[in-house]
């Protein structure tokens, strides 16, 4: 995925990608590597969040706050490469959640509006042309799924992207909150949320089930051998890490080989 021309990005958006979550849902998998550092296809998710925002706009930002070294590391190591510069933003202490981290984000953003993406969402596809239409004015949801159309209370399970005013982050606090308790629920309830269909996949990789799903989706089924990796064995409907071994005696299937301590059965 390549960024359009600088000249036609717009330059009252910037992008930040949450990248501070613990990821507990996603253990052991985490114990191996940051949830972001998880790769879908052998690209960490950050990279591909990262690169979805590009299609976007130029200016980038990634916060980090749970194994924040690893993760600092990896973007700095890739800063002169595929990612392009970043801006890190730390959040020591606790991490600040959805609202907080933009709040914390506020001298940077500076009367931008902003595209939100989540690391851990897989969500493939260029959000240029929905970018273009955003009018800057409403909270506008990139929403995928049957029921994009008829939302729920909540709709943040199936949010591929979300595009925020200046307004709304102006008014965020940074401390830990979320953007539905902190502004999409009183949005929502005034009527002046926008929801737009994402037509593109959208699989959150918060589990070790959606990001084996997440795998296999980008691969269309075939096994996802990272690089590096060892496979003298049987792998069907798997992923193995870059550098992880699968040995000549062993069966390795609907699972997630990390390393050779740590291996995950979806059933």
């Known amino acids: 995925m390549m960024p359009q021309a600088a000249e036609r990005l717009p330059t009252d958006v910037c992008a930040v990608v949450l990248a501070a979550g613990e990821g507990r849902r996603l253990q052991p998998l985490t114990r191996v ?4 550092l998880c790769p879908v296809g052998d690209t960490p998710l950050v990279d591909l969040a990262v690169g979805r925002a590009r299609t976007a706009t130029n200016a980038v930002a990634v916060n980090v706050h749970h194994q924040r070294q690893a993760i600092e590391d990896h973007l700095a190591a890739s800063a ?3 990612l392009g510069a970043l801006h890190i933003s730390v959040e020591e202490g606790e991490a600040l959640g959805t609202a907080g981290a933009l709040a914390r984000l506020r001298d940077w953003i500076d009367g931008r509006g902003v595209l939100v993406l989540n690391s851990d969402t897989w969500a493939p596809g260029d959000v240029a042309a929905v970018t273009a239409g955003w009018d800057r004015e409403r909270v506008r949801l990139l929403v995928a799924g049957d029921d994009r159309l008829r939302p ?3 709709p943040t399970s199936m949010v591929a992207g979300a595009f925020m005013p200046w307004s709304e982050v102006a008014r965020l606090s940074p401390v830990p909150s979320g953007l539905w308790e902190a502004s999409w629920q009183d949005q929502q309830a005034r009527g002046l949320i926008e929801l737009v269909q ?3 996949p959208c699989l959150d990789c918060g589990t070790p089930a959606r990001y084996l799903a997440a795998n296999l989706a980008a691969s269309g089924g ?3 051998i990272g ?3 060892e496979v003298d064995g049987t792998v069907e409907r798997a992923v193995v890490w870059p550098g992880a071994q699968v040995r000549r005696d062993e069966v390795l299937v609907d699972g997630v080989r ?3 301590s740590v ?3 979806v059933r």
């Open 33 to 36: 590597r940051p949830k972001p």
């Open 80 to 82: 002169d490469g595929r």
């Open 152 to 154: 729920p209370e909540r």
């Open 198 to 200: 994402w037509d593109g």
């Open 222 to 224: 075939a096994p996802v």
């Open 227 to 229: 690089e590096g990796a």
């Open 258 to 260: 990390a390393d050779d």
């Open 263 to 265: 291996t995950v059965l």
